[in-house]
Every structure is written in C-alpha cells, then in structure tokens.
C-alpha cells in the first residue's frame, strides 16, 4: 500500500479495516449530518460504539487514503465501478454463509430523497417511508 507524500507509512491492519466498513454501514442506519459528528462530546450525536472501536483521526486517515478499484482502469458503464471489488467480495461472502430458513420473507421500501445519484429510482406507484427529523 502506497500512500502520498508528507504523510505517515499508517500499517493498517485487517481488523481496522474491518471496523471502517462497520462504522460505514452503521452510518447507513444512523445517519448524521457529518461522519465526524459520531465521535462528538455531545450526547445526542456521539456513537458510543463507533467512537470506542475507533479514534476519528485514524478514521479519517484510512479513509482518505483507501481506494478500492484502479483508477486507470475506470469502467464508465457501471456506476459503482469505484466499489465494486469490495462489493464483489463481500456478495460472494454473503452467499457463502447464508443459510436460508424454509419460509423467507423480505420487503423493500423506498425513502425519500431529493438530491442526485446515478442510481437513484423514481417509480411513481411506489409509496414514500414517512421519514421525520427532530430538530431540523
């Protein structure tokens, strides 16, 4: 692992890259208005959880500096073509140890959302998750 100038040689181990992708998909669940906010002093917007397994700084470092696909070799039809290594391996993992119930059952919802994302859906029938925000 390669990492620019003027900056540390940062040994990362697997297990803190196994944290930051928690704390990512955490973040999915718990969204706050900034990721710094998880580690904040005050009550109503520190994680105890994310902010215990892992120091902010260290959490923005590997961030910063984590890439996941070769830039070079951009694929400019697939919109998560930055991703999708990881996505890759973590469906073949996910399908390697599910182990499915006799009766399944699943639902899928849609939330609302105003900005822009290449992947983002409108289907017009579709009914809205009622999302509220105290505060804001």
């Known amino acids: 692992m390669q990492f620019f100038l003027n900056q540390p040689d940062s040994k990362i181990s697997a297990?803190?890259?196994?944290?930051?992708?928690?704390?990512?998909?955490?973040?999915?669940?718990?969204?706050?208005?900034?990721k710094r906010m998880y580690w904040d002093l005050k009550d109503d917007a520190k994680n105890i959880l994310v902010s215990s397994s892992m120091r902010r700084n260290r959490f923005l470092h590997i961030q910063r500096f984590l890439h996941l696909a070769d830039n070079t070799k951009m694929d400019?039809?697939?919109?998560?073509?930055?991703?999708?290594?990881?996505?890759?391996?973590?469906?073949k993992r996910f399908l390697d140890n599910f182990v499915p119930v006799q009766n399944l059952?699943?639902?899928?919802?849609?939330?609302?959302?105003?900005g822009r994302h290449g992947c983002k859906q409108f289907i017009r029938s579709k009914p809205l998750d009622l999302?509220?925000?105290c505060g804001v």
């Open 105 to 114: 059952d699943f639902d899928e919802s849609m939330i609302r959302y105003y």
């Open 131 to 133: 999302v509220t925000k």
């Open 15 to 34: 297990n803190e890259i196994k944290c930051l992708l928690a704390i990512l998909i955490l973040s999915g669940y718990n969204t706050l208005p900034s």
């Open 76 to 91: 400019a039809s697939d919109k998560a073509w930055k991703i999708r290594p990881l996505m890759d391996k973590m469906k």
